[in-house]
């Protein structure tokens, strides 16, 4: 048996020169864009209504969009561990409920050696402000000496957002310390 619909053509296809056009405005518009973007900005400005799937076909077939399991994976370099203990201090903060029901939620100061990979202090604390890493480290030092450098997350505690009027960004309270007690 053979069907009606043999040498016809599909009913899904597009219309003559929409995906030529589609492409061309891709091209010199939104080849940055991802397929999902590239189809709103096709409906919103130009009123092309094209599926996401259909633009990330065309895009796929014209070179400008790679799938994910094609693309080439983004190489990190590990950084190395220090050789001796207390040269590098990795601090961060956790919210937590730590005591579950029986107090509330605070913060847990972690002081991890880089070298051994050892806590060396925790502390626990209200929330995780510039005082409290203040108190926590006045505490490390006595307890351990000053290390040469403390490694942290992109808090706000640690680094400036805001650009500096002499260079670069500008310095927190807490660089400030750690720039008078010599630490890295």
């Not at 014209?62 to 590098?88: S, Y």
Request: aromatic letters at 10%; proline letters at 4%.
């Amino acid at each position: 048996m053979i069907s009606r619909r043999c040498g016809r053509p599909s009913n899904n296809q597009l219309a003559p020169g929409v995906a030529e056009r589609a492409i061309a405005i891709i091209r010199q518009r939104y080849a940055d864009f991802g397929p999902t973007l590239a189809a709103e900005k096709l409906r919103e400005c130009h009123g092309l209504i094209l599926s996401k799937e259909t633009i990330r076909a065309l895009m796929m077939s014209a070179g400008l969009w790679k799938p994910r399991k094609q693309r080439a994976p983004a190489i990190h370099q590990p950084r190395n561990r220090r050789d001796c203990l207390g040269e590098l201090i990795q601090i961060d903060g956790s919210d937590h409920r730590w005591f579950e029901e029986r107090a509330a939620a605070c913060t847990l100061l972690v002081f991890i050696d880089d070298a051994t990979g050892r806590l060396m202090q925790l502390h626990f604390v209200p929330t995780e402000s510039a005082f409290a890493y203040f108190e926590a480290t006045r505490s490390y030092i006595e307890q351990h000496g000053k290390p040469v450098a403390f490694y942290s997350d992109k808090a706000s505690i640690f680094r400036s957002m805001q650009q500096s009027t002499d260079f670069g960004r500008g310095v927190t309270q807490f660089g400030r310390v750690l720039f008078e007690l010599n630490i890295d």
